[in-house]
């Protein structure tokens, strides 16, 4: 694991990563894109790749932020958008942070299938433990969920396989490293854009006003043609990291 404060080189072979793991839509919050470009130059020891030291090939990479945190489910606030606006303000004001929130964990295709989600996490975990902070939160964004978008996150946030663990993967993944399932967040991030732009995020078209499901989508994009505009409130579900040690 290297950080971008100790060898920013290493980012330029991942210049794309964003649109090979996420769907377009996703990558137009935006709360999250205004503050998104910043934490390299903000929050440098605070993004890092997982990395081959052999060859410099970048296997892996994660976002994170330290946040001030109560420690109680209801403060950890109503999402993305609202968490990394937070953490900017709270650095602004030379606030003290006690925790840390994960934001992204990357994982190119020709990367995935190799064990490297639990070690993305637990390589955050390292980054809070070695600032002396006590937690690592995470507002997941989960990876089953685009199968399911009608139905309320409060609702898949509570399924679960027949051996009692979490029914979504990447959720799974948290709580095998002894996370726990915090609260559901039906408007984490949100996205907005002219009917014309959606159309074109989603290869799909929209004739009338209503709410449509669409391909990746975690719940339903709100499209109204007499305003043009689209409307998208990305649900996610809080994750809860054990106090790290």
Known sequence: MVRYSERPELWKSISGLSAEVWPEYNQHGETINYYWAQLYDVFPGWQFVLYDPQDDTVLAEGQTIPVAWDGTEAGLGPGIDATIAAGFGLHAAGGRPTAVCAL??????????????????????????????????????????????????????????????????????????????????????????????????????????????????????????????????????????????
């Open 104 to 245: 992204a964990a990357k994982i190119p295709p020709r990367h995935q299938g190799k064990r490297l989600s639990g070690v993305l996490l637990q390589a955050m975990a390292g980054l809070a433990r070695d600032a002396g902070l006590d937690h690592l939160i995470a507002p997941v964004r989960p990876s089953h969920k685009d199968r399911y978008p009608i139905i309320p996150i409060e609702r898949y946030a509570r399924w679960t396989r027949p051996d009692g663990s979490p029914f979504d993967p990447w959720v799974r993944v948290h709580t095998q490293l002894g996370a726990r399932i915090g609260p559901a967040i039906p408007r984490s991030l949100r996205i907005t854009g002219t009917v014309g732009q959606w159309e074109s995020w989603t290869r799909l078209r929209f004739p009338e006003t209503g709410d449509y499901v669409f391909p990746a989508g975690l719940a339903t994009v709100r499209i109204d043609r007499d305003r043009d505009l689209g409307e998208y409130w990305e649900p996610n579900i809080w994750i809860i990291h054990p106090p790290v040690i």
